[in-house]
C-alpha cells in the first residue's frame, strides 16, 4: 500500500448541522414511505430492495449523530427507532442477498455449456424460493415496523449547535472511522485473506456512508480513485464468495462441484484485481 495520503485530509468546515439535519430528516420520511411501499406492493425489484438496505444504514448513521449532538431532544426517542431500523437493515439485506446470489449465479452459467447451465436449473429455482419467502418475512416486518415507527423525527426546525461545537462533536467518529480504514488496508495488503478483505470492505463502506451523512450538500465529499474501485470490487468478491458458501451447503450429494470451482475460479480473480487496487492506494 502506498502513503496514508492516499485519503485525502479530513475537511471540516463544510460540516454544517442544518445541513445534516435536513438530510437525516429527509432520509427517515424516504425510509419510512419505502416500508409502506414493502408492506403493501405486490412485487418490488431487486433494486428497490438494494437501496432501502443502503438508506437503512445511512438512516441509522443519521440516528447515531443526532444523539450525539442533541442527546436532550434526540437522545431517548431515538433508541426504539434505531432498533426497529436495526432489525428492518438486517432484513432488507437477506432478500438482498438472495437476489445477488441469483444474479451471479446466472451471471456465472450464461456463457458455460449446456450441462453446466441445465445441472444450476435446481439452484436457480431454490433462490428464487428463499427470495420470495425473504420478501415475505420483510413485508411482514415492515407492516409491523409502520405500526410503531413515527410517521417523522421528533421535530426540531434548527438546530441549536453552532458549527464549531457541531463539528467538534462528530469528528472523532469521522477520524476513527477513516482510522479503521487505512488500519484495514494496510492489513488486508500486507497479509491478504478472506476475513481480511471482508473486514475492509465494511470499513470502506461505513466510512463512504457516515461521509454521505455528514456532507449531504455536496454529494458526500465522495473519495478519490482508486478507492470507489475498490469498493466496486470488494462488493463483487463478497458478493461470490456468500455465493460459493451457499452452493457448498447446497451440495450434500457433491452434484454442484462443477459450478462450486466456477464460482471459486472467479472470486479469486477478483480478489487479485482487489489487491492490486490495494498496492495501487
Known amino acids: 500500500m502506498g502513503s496514508v ?29 419505502a416500508l409502506g411501499c414493502a408492506s403493501s406492493a405486490p412485487s418490488l425489484s431487486p433494486g428497490f430492495f438494494h437501496d432501502l438496505h443502503r438508506d437503512l444504514r445511512r438512516s441509522r448513521i443519521d440516528l447515531r449523530l443526532l444523539r450525539r449532538v442533541e442527546p436532550v431532544k434526540y437522545g431517548s426517542p431515538l433508541k426504539q427507532i434505531d432498533r426497529t431500523l436495526s432489525g428492518l437493515a438486517n432484513r432488507a439485506g437477506a432478500v438482498r442477498d438472495r437476489d445477488v446470489m441469483r444474479a451471479r449465479l446466472e451471471g456465472l452459467v450464461a456463457g458455460a455449456n449446456p450441462a453446466l447451465r441445465e445441472g444450476t436449473g435446481p439452484l436457480l429455482t431454490r433462490l428464487r424460493t428463499e427470495g420470495r419467502d425473504s420478501r415475505a418475512v420483510f413485508r411482514e416486518l415492515a407492516e409491523d415496523a409502520l405500526r410503531t ?75 478519490p480513485p482508486p478507492w470507489p474501485s475498490l469498493q466496486r470490487a470488494l462488493g463483487v468478491h463478497h458478493d461470490l464468495g456468500v455465493l460459493e458458501e451457499w452452493l457448498r451447503d447446497q ?17 479469486e480473480r477478483k480478489e487479485r484485481e ?6 495501487g492506494l
Not at 417523522?152 to 462528530?170: C, D, E, G, I, K
Not at 450434500?252 to 471459486?264: L, P
Open 5 to 33: 495520503s492516499a485519503l485525502p485530509p479530513l475537511e471540516m468546515g463544510a460540516l454544517e448541522p442544518q445541513f445534516f439535519l435536513s438530510s437525516a430528516l429527509a432520509r427517515y420520511a424516504l425510509v419510512r414511505k
Open 149 to 223: 415507527l413515527p410517521e417523522s423525527l421528533p421535530p426540531a426546525p434548527r438546530m441549536s449547535l453552532r458549527p464549531s461545537r457541531f463539528q467538534r462533536l462528530v469528528y472523532p467518529d469521522l477520524e476513527a472511522a477513516r482510522e479503521v480504514l487505512l488500519a484495514a488496508a494496510k492489513s488486508a495488503t500486507r497479509h491478504p485473506s478472506v476475513r481480511r478483505l471482508h473486514r475492509l470492505r465494511i470499513a470502506l463502506r461505513g466510512f463512504r456512508q457516515l461521509r454521505s451523512c455528514l456532507f449531504p450538500a455536496d454529494g458526500g465529499q465522495d473519495l
Open 274 to 279: 482487489v489487491l492490486r487496487l490495494l498496492q
Open 251 to 267: 451440495d450434500k450429494h457433491h452434484h454442484f462441484r462443477k459450478v462450486i470451482h466456477r464460482t471459486r475460479t472467479v472470486r
